[in-house]
């Protein structure tokens, strides 16, 4: 399964993004999905942002993106969507699509999922 995540870009706080994650090799309603992100100086930690079920009846949101964020899925053009709405500086990032075909109780542990896209960079502008 690959992974490619797109939509990234520079944005002044208070803007919206909208990111896609595009999934080939495989079937999007085979995995829970999620997004994380990276920023820098934390080299190796990615921090969870959201995550859906196969079936979009569960969604998961860190605190601090909760009610500003929406994630969600199109199993039939296997496209995996994070609406970013009321950006803040805070959320400048590298973003991360990534795919677990066991999804389940640990969707916001990063070592849970299999897969993953080659990230796209979020900036926001105060």
């Known amino acids: 399964v690959q992974l490619q995540a797109y939509g990234g870009g520079l944005v002044q706080a208070g803007g919206s993004l909208r990111l896609s994650c595009a999934v080939s090799?495989?079937?999007?309603?085979?995995?829970?999905m999620a997004w994380f992100r990276q920023t820098d100086g934390k080299e190796e930690e990615r921090d969870f942002v959201?995550?859906?079920?196969?079936?979009?009846?569960?969604?998961y949101y860190a605190d601090s993106v909760k009610g500003r964020f929406t994630v969600s899925r199109d199993n039939a053009k296997n496209t995996l969507i994070l609406q970013m709405n009321g950006l803040k500086v805070e959320d400048t990032a590298v973003y991360y699509c990534?795919?677990?075909?066991?999804?389940?109780?640990?969707?916001?542990?990063?070592?849970?999922?299999?897969?993953w896209g080659q990230g796209t960079q979020v900036t926001v502008s105060s």
């Open positions: 090799g495989g079937t999007l309603s085979d995995y829970g």
């Open positions: 959201t995550a859906i079920s196969w079936n979009s009846v569960y969604t």
């Open positions: 990534a795919a677990d075909p066991g999804w389940g109780g640990s969707y916001y542990k990063s070592t849970s999922y299999d897969y």
